[in-house]
């Protein structure tokens, strides 16, 4: 065998040898392609499940009456999860102060404000002071790097929470070798808040994909936030509604039944509440040595403040209409009683009228009320009645006692009393025309003749064709007493 044979063969297996290497080397790198493959898709189908699971959480928490408290958390702890992150903070804005509140700020969150000197010296004899700070410390809605976001409305990726100058020029321990993403969350024209999640470098470096998911995830907690704090405001609103319609049964209870029956005369009464609650009331009273009287109040205002205060009245008027035969004297404990505990925008005007036993005289006194018209059946004319007097809850006590007085008048068969409201002749219709009390008049003495509920009715029918469907802007409320013998 020549050399030259044997070169030839060694050069062949050295091309066999190496063209077996390096088929060897592409299955192993084939392989370990495939393998790394596999480990992204895997990485990508768990990101996709965490996810799943996140949004899963999210569309059962919007339809739960948990408190937003827990949605808070959900998010957070959600979005931690997610980008497999260390910790997360929610700060969301509050319109009454103009802040960003921190609503959720997770244990291992770093820091994202700018942490003041005092908290850095309190830091070194109570680690958890920063901790204290991060979950109370409220931000104004253009301050540091949460600010930022929220003003300009874009995700940020940093890098370096301890290079960023927003934190201020001295960072904390827990900034140092820190990165985050956060993110503004709005729904519509509605800016909610901010979300952010933290991680050491050495533990988690964010990439661009991370910094994709993460936005598809402040979209999506916002959204959720939105609707579950709709969700929320709608059962307060439903709940709210509900006390309201209890309290306006409790009200009704409190007005008259039905009307009364004093001996020589017919009486009829009706309140008709702009709202839900009535500022108005009227009540009927028996008195002591057989007398009888009659009450209407109005009380500036409308709703449940305006609702309890009618409630206290009455209880009062009740309380001091016994002790005293003069309707201004009652008034005035009333009002002694009333004035020191209501605000100092609000008062209440009253008219009380008593009728003695033997019907042959009456006593009215009037809070600064409409005045009382009176319908004489002898001349078909109406009368006003107007005896001075100041608005409940204006003055104290005494300026209130010296100029509300009491005025007595006769009625004689036929004769009809009217007390009402000034929902009557302030109602306006849609071209800004009042009722006024000429029309009020006119509609007694056109329906005085039939009797006090015909009153009652009649001004009532001629008030809602008046308005033409519109409802009328404030309560309604009247009393007719009509002499019969």
């Not at 402040?218 to 307060?236: G, K, P, T, V, Y």
């Not at 205060?309 to 009062?316: H, K, W």
């Not at 003495?445 to 009328?472: M, T, W």
């Amino acid at each position: 065998m020549t050399p030259v044979f044997i070169s030839l063969i060694l050069l062949l297996l050295l091309t066999m040898t190496a063209g077996i290497l390096m088929l060897v080397r592409l299955a192993f790198q084939q392989k370990h392609a495939l393998v790394t493959l596999r480990a992204e898709e895997e990485a990508i189908v768990a990101e996709e499940r965490r996810m799943f699971h996140y949004l899963h959480d999210l569309g059962e928490a919007i339809w739960r009456d948990d408190q937003l408290a827990s949605m808070h958390r959900l998010i957070v702890e959600g979005a931690i999860r997610v980008t497999q992150s260390t910790g997360g903070a929610l700060y969301l804005f509050d319109e009454a102060s103009q802040r960003l509140v921190p609503r959720h700020h997770s244990e291992f969150c770093a820091p994202l404000i700018d942490v003041p000197e005092r908290v850095r010296q309190q830091m070194r004899e109570n680690p958890s002071a920063l901790l204290n700070l991060l979950r109370m410390h409220a931000l104004g809605v253009e301050e540091g790097l949460l600010g930022g976001v929220f003003v300009q409305q874009k995700a940020v990726l940093a890098a370096d929470l301890a290079a960023d100058a927003r934190l201020g020029p001295r960072p904390v321990a827990g900034q140092q070798g820190v990165t985050a993403m956060i993110g503004p969350l709005s729904f519509g024209m509605r800016r909610l808040g901010v979300l952010a999640v933290t991680s050491p470098k050495t533990g988690r470096s964010y990439n661009a994909n991370d910094f994709e998911v993460f936005n598809s995830l402040i979209e999506q907690s916002a959204f959720a936030l939105a609707n579950a704090m709709s969700h929320q405001e709608a059962a307060r609103s439903r709940i709210d509604q509900q006390e309201l319609l209890n309290a306006s049964q409790i009200q009704q209870v409190l007005l008259p039944e039905r009307d009364p029956e004093w001996p020589g005369f017919a009486v009829a009464g009706k309140n008709i509440p702009a709202r839900t609650l009535s500022g108005d009331y009227f009540d009927y009273l028996k008195l002591p040595g057989g007398r009888h009287g009659a009450v209407i109040a109005d009380v500036s205002g409308k709703g449940l403040g305006a609702a309890m205060i009618t409630v206290m009245c009455r209880a009062l008027l009740r309380a001091k209409a016994a002790s005293s035969v003069s309707p201004a004297a009652v008034l005035a404990a009333v009002n002694r009683q009333i004035a020191p505990d209501i605000r100092e925008d609000m008062f209440i005007t009253m008219s009380y009228v008593v009728v003695e036993k033997d019907g042959a005289k009456l006593t009215l006194a009037r809070a600064g009320h409409n005045a009382a018209l009176l319908w004489r059946k002898a001349s078909g004319q109406v009368e006003a009645i107007h005896p001075p007097g100041l608005g409940v809850g204006i003055d104290t006590g005494n300026v209130f006692e010296r100029v509300t007085k009491d005025e007595s008048f006769e009625m004689q068969p036929g004769d009809c009393l009217l007390l009402y409201t000034d929902g009557v002749d302030e109602a306006m219709d849609a071209k800004g025309h009042e009722f006024g009390e000429e029309r009020v008049q006119d509609r007694l003495a056109k329906y005085a003749p039939q009797g006090p509920k015909a009153v009652i009715g009649g001004i009532i029918a001629d008030l809602e064709h008046f308005l033409k469907g519109r409802r009328s802007h404030d309560d309604i409320t009247l009393i007719a007493i009509q002499k019969t013998a």
